[in-house]
């Protein structure tokens, strides 16, 4: 069995797909499709399940995909124990909640890719949920995220900072809300239009769980899937939303929306960068980390 034979096999499940994993290698299709039937010779196991041009992961293969991302750590770790490479090098893979991806902190990104250019480095964009099954099954080195605090027994908590969740409104808001200005409840919000991400985010969960406390209820929101365009839809009046501080910067300095101060519902969430306990830091891991998290006010 060979490692480049195993990186073949990883791409195409991956992708789900012989073709695009060729293309991703720059491979002809033929080659991977060879080395995938070898290793199924070697393996005495089917690993995709063949149906016309569309392939998708038997058991067999869930379980080696398993297998080949911890082949791959030790192939990264041997080769930086050994390469004698103090700069950053190899592969690593991250994974960035859609909200932090829209954000200054991607600046972070921005750092890192300047100070290490040896790293071949794949970003993830996904849910809380999305992230840290990946994290747990080795497909991403690191996840940064944004919720309550994860308190899982395989992970490290690299870096953890406190962030506000802010409930917002176009512009001309206080126009509906006349004398109201400084004592806005939830309640007054029932009835308004809500715009939210989708179903299953960590901050329109708590919005939920708010509304459930108090026996009142969201109607009809408008889900949209794009942090700057959710922004955007506040801004021209369609509804109002909630959001990370960090994401509403620049439109609450231009006057494009307001913040909605309610008295009886303040939220704050933990960005987090979280790593798995049980394997190797890699230098590219730890430089990332530092840059992620550079800016971050840490929790006292």
């Known amino acids: 069995m060979e490692l480049r034979h195993l990186r073949t096999f990883t791409h195409a499940a991956e992708l789900n797909s012989f073709s695009q994993a060729a293309k991703r290698l720059n491979y002809a299709q033929s080659t991977v499709t060879a080395q995938i039937d070898l290793l199924e010779k070697e393996l005495g196991v ?73 790293v071949r480095l794949q970003v993830l964009i996904g849910t809380t949920l999305e992230l840290i099954k990946k994290l747990e099954n080795g497909e991403i080195d690191a996840a940064f995220l944004l919720d309550s605090p994860v308190m899982n027994q395989n992970f490290s908590v690299v870096f953890r900072s406190r962030v506000r969740i802010l409930f917002i409104a176009p512009a001309d808001f206080w126009e509906n809300f006349a004398g109201k200005k400084e004592n806005v409840f939830l309640k007054d919000l029932e009835g308004e239009r809500w715009l939210l991400t989708e179903r299953g985010c960590n901050y329109r969960r708590i919005l939920e769980e708010e509304f459930s406390k108090r026996r009142m209820e969201i109607c009809d929101p408008l889900e949209i899937g794009s942090t700057a365009f959710l922004i955007d839809c506040v801004s021209q009046g369609l509804g109002i939303s909630l959001l990370p501080e960090y994401n509403l910067a620049e439109a609450l300095n231009s006057g494009k929306i307001r913040e909605i101060p309610v008295k009886d519902c303040r939220i704050e969430m933990e960005l987090q960068a979280l790593v798995h306990k049980d394997r190797w830091r890699s230098p590219a891991l730890r430089r990332i980390c530092s840059c992620m998290t550079e800016k971050w006010d840490p929790i006292i």
Not at 49 to 56: A, E, F, V
Not at 90 to 115: D, P, Y
Request: glycine share 8%.
């Open 46 to 118: 089917q690993l995709f399940h063949r149906q016309g041009k569309k392939i998708s992961l038997s058991e067999a293969g869930q379980e080696l995909l398993q297998y080949t991302y911890r082949f791959q750590q030790l192939e990264r770790e041997v080769f930086s124990r050994f390469s004698g490479e103090e700069e950053p090098s190899g592969e690593l893979r991250v994974g960035i909640l859609e909200s932090l991806s829209a954000s200054e902190h991607m600046l972070g990104l921005k750092r890192f890719l300047c100070t290490c250019p040896s």
